[in-house]
């Protein structure tokens, strides 16, 4: 197919990213009392942005830790997109609890590049309060947010790792004293105090990601953080297996049995998404929910004549359908040739 050569020809996006499922029973095995207080499992999963689908996955407790899973999820992923064909560079993204040294080198030593979440601390505060004003450059596709290069490097990182930071400016009513405030957390605490007794009118929230891509020139950086923070496929994917797919909670007591269900899910989003580079139903990627009522849940009237047996459908749905399989056919001949 066209468009799976398309993808698997030029740069390839792989993100990772954790989702816990609820449970209500400690009797269930390998679930465990989360950091939120909830009992649940965690999956982990890795998923192509381009192809919007996921390469690897694996339910463990609620508390496992992305850093100490993912060098191995990061070794299995790089071998599924290289069996598959993948010829480009391959990108590695994640939040900051992908944030270790030990991720980083797993990356590069497989000969792919990252840009990973850092957690904001007291050396991130320092680099930032060193950047000139005028080396603040504009963010894409975001009103008010400005991106730099920081001078600073996190210790015992694959050389060439180098921090970008983003800004967005805010109104002091925008913010709030509230500790358990995402965005106020976001703030650097001697500004924020500044903001909330009045001194002054705004403030900056700042996020930072590490990266060891070559970005020398503005619009390199811009792009890159523009790209990071584009990262929500892998949170669609979460969001719709829950929706569609039964991914909202694990019905058995067994690890294994969870584990399959999980599986289900996740295959259920991967046919959605090879569904639709099959039929046009539009540009935009459709839901679990919406694929299955263009293209699967579609009424159609079975008759036999002349010992030929013929399903036939509405209009628009005959339409999606033929197309379809027309694709289908062409790809099976060329795959024979």
Partial sequence: MAERARILSGPVTIDLDAKDIEVFSTRKEQVIRSYKGEIAGRVHAAHVAQAGTVLVADLLDGRSDGRTHSPAQIDRALDAVRAAGATGRILFQGDSGYYAGKVAEKIVARGGLFRLGVPRGKALWRAVAAVHEDDWIGA??????????????????????????????????????????????????????????????????????????????????????????????????????????????????????????????????????????????????????????????????????????????????????????????????????
């Fill in 140 to 337: 894409v596709d975001y009103p008010d947010a400005q991106v730099a290069p920081l001078g600073y490097a996190p210790a015992d990182w694959p050389d060439g790792t180098r921090v970008v930071a983003r800004r967005v400016r805010y109104d002091a009513d925008q913010l709030s004293a509230d500790p358990r405030s995402r965005r106020s957390r976001t703030v650097g605490k001697d500004q924020l105090a500044l903001v909330l007794d009045g001194i002054e009118d705004t403030a900056y929230a700042y996020s930072f990601i590490a990266t060891n891509e070559d970005l020398d020139l503005d619009e390199e950086i811009a792009a890159a953080e523009w790209e990071f923070r584009r990262r929500t496929k892998i949170e669609e994917l979460f969001r719709d297996t829950a929706h569609g797919a039964g991914l909202n909670h694990l019905p058995s007591g067994s690890h294994a049995v969870n584990s399959m269900w999980m599986w289900g899910a996740l295959l259920a989003y991967n046919l959605s998404a090879w569904l639709q580079m099959l039929a046009p139903i539009g540009a935009a990627r459709r839901r679990i929910a919406t694929v299955r009522r263009l293209l699967i849940r579609r009424a159609a009237r079975w008759t036999i004549t002349a010992r030929r047996q013929k399903l036939h459908f509405a209009q628009a749905a005959d339409t999606l359908i033929a197309q379809a399989l027309a694709r289908i056919r062409a790809h099976r001949r060329v795959l024979s040739a």
